[in-house]
Antibody, heavy 117, light 112 residues
Framework: EVQLVESGGGFVQPGGSLRLSCAASGFSVSDYDMHWVRQPTGKGLEWVSCIGTAGDTYYGGSVEGRFTISRDYDENSLYLQMNSLRAEDTAVYYC???????????WGQGALVTVSS | DIVVTQSPLSLPVTPGEPASISCRSSQSLLHSNGHNYLDWYLQKPGQSPQLLIYLGSSRASGVPDRFSGRGSGTDFTLKISRVEAEDVGVYFCMQALHTPYSFGQGTKLEIK
């Protein structure tokens, strides 16, 4: 059974850092494009970042230069290192997988990140 | 960056009646391979999003056939032939042709 379980969310002050983890099971993260998508409470979805099967990385404009996506084959996990956090980064962050442009077919339950002084 | 615009933002529907949601893109989503890189997702209350339609018109595994996607280029539509109570939630379209991927604002479907 495919599962994605995020962890590492929490409360952080503006300018601080946080690292999200996403443990995958039922498939290998190396075989899929993996994404982070976020959603402020009560609002819509915003694509954050993805890492392709070849290790290529992409970012949304609002996080470029501050966030870094990575994965670990041995741990079969996806990560999002978030630096210089701002209040507008407050959201639920979803880890998700995409297979060869056939849609994002599995999503985690989400991890809440709150940036506030 | 590609901007994706949905309408309507709110959609009250009587059970058994059809429903339609529009999604428009600021650039064509038609790839040279002939596929349109437009997906549809449903986020039910309190849940993570789930994939309904990918590549414009292909239903994801387990999605009822009352859901259909059509369109090409910049104009796309999600149709529900007969709305059921379990279809309530927020529907999002997403372009996957170019990074950064982008979502529409969402359409909240509610039962009358």
């Amino acid at each position: 059974e495919v599962q994605l379980v995020e962890s590492g969310g929490g409360f952080v002050q503006p300018g601080g850092s946080l690292r999200l983890s996403c443990a995958a099971s039922g498939f290998s993260v190396s075989d899929y494009d993996m994404h982070w998508v976020r959603q402020p409470t009560g609002k819509g979805l915003e694509w954050v970042s993805c890492i392709g099967t070849a290790g290529d990385t992409y970012y949304g404009g609002s996080v470029e230069g501050r966030f870094t996506i990575s994965r670990d084959y041995d741990e079969n996990s996806l990560y999002l290192q978030m630096n210089s956090l701002r209040a507008e980064d407050t959201a639920v962050y979803y880890c998700a997988r995409e297979f060869s442009n056939n849609g994002i077919d599995y999503w985690g339950q989400g991890a809440l990140v709150t940036v506030s002084s | 960056d590609i901007v994706v615009t949905q309408s309507p933002l709110s959609l009250p529907v009587t059970p058994g009646e059809p429903a339609s949601i529009s999604c428009r893109s600021s650039q064509s989503l038609l790839h040279s391979n002939g596929h349109n890189y437009l997906d549809w997702y449903l986020q039910k209350p309190g849940q993570s999003p789930q994939l309904l339609i990918y590549l414009g018109s292909s239903r994801a595994s387990g999605v009822p056939d009352r859901f259909s996607g059509r369109g090409s280029g910049t104009d796309f539509t999600l149709k529900i032939s007969r709305v059921e109570a379990e279809d309530v939630g927020v529907y999002f379209c997403m372009q996957a042709l170019h990074t950064p991927y982008s979502f529409g604002q969402g359409t909240k479907l509610e039962i009358k």
